[in-house]
Every structure is written in structure tokens, then in C-alpha cells.
């Protein structure tokens, strides 16, 4: 999944993609590197960010996405995923040809849906589509005092169970979904290394997992690496351990590269058996 950040304050891109053209011009080059998906997004979710509102995410959103449908043609088998927890702006993508959903406050703590839009999981019912539960605690101003935990691989698989049954009682099919533990949202750097040791664990839930660690901070702190662009080989580092866990999908920057880290991973053998709630899932 190559990310394309369309907010001019996202936390290692913003502002470099800043017109239709240059965003075209990043996606082709995605494409023709391997991606598979292309994550566009209107809001930046790092820590501290401004929440823009729907009016402008869709402002900076719609416009490139439009575009891609000509891009598509010449890459058919290319998905575009819309990175929002504003249902209206998810509902507006879906029908501009978005095929996914990725919603950081999908799984936003074990209960707490008051950050979450109510209308987002009628919505993703009702569209059938694939949708990312990614795992938080809190908003953009508050995740970095939620980052409390007594086991945080026990508690994110926990909150991520919790989320998933809300979703299924909203009608949204066990099919739909994918999971994101969230790296970065509400972790400390030891917390999201604890996670990525534990991943096979939420792996073997069944669900596809998600990873996005790409030039985070956490990163950054364990190699003393202040410039995220300089993150490239902490990022594949931890993507290696990621596809070993399990981790079907890689959310990164650096697509070119990460393409072959994932290549060479899997040529050495790739994944570790998901576990018997994988198999079972599957028998079902």
C-alpha cells in the first residue's frame, strides 16, 4: 500500500504533493514500483495535527481522485483505499471509485465510540467494501497521554475484537474487514516494539493484518534518526519482521524498496503459520 498524503502537514510528506499533477505523478511511480494500493489522504493523523473537517479533506481528496479513474486504466488491477473517519468523506470517495476504507478510529479503545462517526459503519455495510480497523486511543491531541498500557499486545488484540464485534452488528461482513494494530497511535517506543513482537498473535485472530510503520518516530527514537526520510532501512527492518508475523498488507512511503524487501522475505519463506483461528476462519 503506497501512501499518498494529500494534507500539507503530514508528518514526513506534507505539502510535497500539493496539486493534482504531482500526486498523478507519485502514483504512477507507486504503481510502476509494485504497489498494489494506493492510500490517499485528506487529514493528517500525526500527533498534534489540526482536524481539517469534511468540507476540506474532500477539497484536497476529491480532485486527485477523480484523476486516478484514468490512471486505473492503464493499471486495472490497481485498488485505491481513502484514509478518513469522516463517514461523508468516505461516502463521497466510494462514489468517486475508492474501493477501501481505512479509518484510523476504527477501533478507538475497547467501548468508546465517541470519537468514531456513527455513520460510518452503516455505511460500510451498506457499501460492502473493505475496511481497515486500524487500532487508536483518543484524537490527534490526546493519543500521546492514552499510551497506557499493562499488555499492550493483550489489550490492542482486545480493543480490536471489541471494534470488530460493533462492526459485525452494524452488518458489516466479517469479510470486510482488516485489521491495523495502530502502530504509533497512542504507543510509546517500547510499546510499539512489544506490538511487533506480538504480531503473530493478532495474526492468528484471522483477520488481515495491516502494518504501517513507515518512517515513524518510534523508529527514529531506536536509531537516533531525527529526519523521518532517513527512516528507509528502519522501516524495512521492521516490515521484514511484519511479513514474517504474518502482516498481509505493508502501508509504506518508500514503495520501490519495500517491494523488494517483501519479495526477498517471502522468496526465504515468507509468513509463519497464521494459527488455528486463521484455519478455522478460512474453513468457515
Keep these: 500500500m503506497g501512501v499518498l498524503n494529500l494534507s500539507p502537514d503530514s508528518f514526513s510528506d506534507g505539502g510535497r504533493l500539493n496539486s493534482v499533477p504531482a500526486a498523478l505523478k507519485a502514483a504512477k511511480r507507486m504503481l510502476a514500483q509494485g504497489a498494489d494500493l494506493l492510500d490517499l489522504g485528506g487529514q493528517s493523523t500525526r500527533p498534534g495535527a489540526e482536524i481539517v473537517g469534511p468540507g476540506l479533506e474532500l477539497e484536497r481528496l476529491y480532485p486527485v481522485l477523480a484523476a486516478m479513474q484514468e490512471l486505473r486504466a492503464a493499471h486495472p488491477g ?36 465517541s470519537l468514531r462517526d456513527p455513520q460510518m459503519l452503516p455505511l ?52 470486510q474487514l482488516i485489521w491495523d494494530p495502530g502502530l504509533g497511535f497512542a504507543k510509546t517506543t517500547e510499546q510499539n516494539l512489544a506490538l511487533l513482537r506480538g504480531l ?19 523508529i527514529g527514537a531506536v536509531l537516533n534518526e531525527p529526519r523521518p526520510r532517513a527512516r528507509l532501512w528502519g522501516t524495512a527492518a521492521v516490515c521484514g519482521q511484519a511479513i514474517a508475523a504474518g502482516a498481509s498488507i505493508l502501508r509504506v512511503h518508500d514503495v520501490g524498496p519495500i517491494v523488494q524487501v517483501a519479495r526477498l522475505v517471502d522468496a526465504l519463506g515468507g509468513a509463519h503459520p497464521a494459527g488455528p483461528a486463521a484455519a478455522e476462519r478460512a474453513a468457515d
Design 78 to 113: 490497481c485498488l485505491m483505499s481513502v484514509d478518513t473517519f469522516e463517514a461523508s468523506v468516505a461516502e463521497a470517495a466510494l462514489a468517486a471509485g475508492a474501493d477501501w476504507i481505512n479509518d484510523v478510529r476504527g477501533a478507538n479503545r475497547d467501548g468508546d465510540t
Design 200 to 218: 503473530a498473535d493478532l495474526c492468528a485472530e484471522g483477520f488481515p493484518l495491516l502494518v504501517g510503520p513507515s518512517r515513524k518516530r518510534f
Design 124 to 175: 460500510i455495510a451498506r457499501a460492502g467494501c473493505p475496511y481497515v480497523l486500524m487500532h487508536s486511543r483518543g484524537d490527534s491531541q490526546t493519543m500521546d497521554d492514552l499510551a497506557v498500557y499493562d499488555d499492550v499486545v493483550a489489550e490492542v488484540r482486545s480493543e480490536l475484537l471489541a471494534a470488530t464485534q460493533q462492526a459485525l452488528a452494524a452488518g458489516v461482513k466479517a469479510a
